[in-house]
Each structure stands twice: as C-alpha cells, then as structure tokens.
C-alpha cells in the first residue's frame, strides 16, 4: 500500500492533480494524508485525511514559552497533540 503525506499546504493541491495525471486512484492505488485541516483538504474530491495540529493552541503554548523565558527557572518541555481527522482519501487496511 503507498501512501504520500504533504506537509507544506501550498503543495496539496499540485500534488493531488501530479497523482490523478498520473492515473492513479485515491486512495485505492495511493493515499493521502496532509498536515493542514484547510478548506482545500475538507472540500477536495476526495476530502483529505488530515491532521489538526491545533495551531491555536500552538501559538498559546509559545506565547507561554515566550513569557517564561523572562522569568528565570527551568524550561519544560510541552506537547500539544495533533487529531487525526480520517476523510475519504484513506482507507482501513484490509477494507
């Protein structure tokens, strides 16, 4: 099973018409997963699996990253989980 994964949003769309002039089929022969919950991934054909890397809640945790720099103490590392938002663009092993 391939798979590509686009990272940088202004390349989803050059990169889903490259695999449909090539004549493959989404997400039968090829699936495709992006890291931006645009509109161009929810309102594609197929819509895109996605994931919501939560940039609102980045920027916060930066913003709080920033302030804590002028205090001084300990830096402490901090996650902010992304969401997978499965859409027609994979498939489930097996299905």
């Given at each position: 099973?391939?798979?590509?994964?686009?990272?940088?949003?202004?390349?989803?769309?050059?990169?889903?018409?490259?695999?449909?002039?090539?004549g493959?089929?989404?997400?039968?022969?090829?699936?495709?997963?992006?890291?931006?919950?645009?509109a161009?991934?929810?309102?594609?054909?197929?819509?895109?699996?996605?994931?919501?890397?939560?940039?609102?809640?980045?920027?916060?945790?930066?913003?709080?990253?920033?302030?804590?720099?002028?205090?001084?103490?300990?830096?402490?590392?901090?996650?902010?989980?992304?969401?997978?938002?499965?859409?027609?663009?994979?498939?489930?092993?097996?299905?």
């Open positions: 099973m391939d798979a590509v994964y686009i990272l940088v949003e202004a390349l989803v769309q050059p990169t889903v018409q490259a695999i449909e002039e090539l493959l089929l989404i997400p039968r022969e090829i699936q495709v997963v992006t890291s931006s919950d645009s161009v991934s929810r309102n594609g054909a197929p819509p895109l699996t996605s994931f919501d890397l939560h940039p609102e809640r980045l920027g916060e945790e930066l913003v709080a990253m920033m302030v804590r720099r002028l205090d001084p103490g300990p830096d402490a590392n901090r996650t902010v989980p992304a969401t997978l938002l499965r859409r027609a663009s994979t498939r489930i092993p097996g299905h």
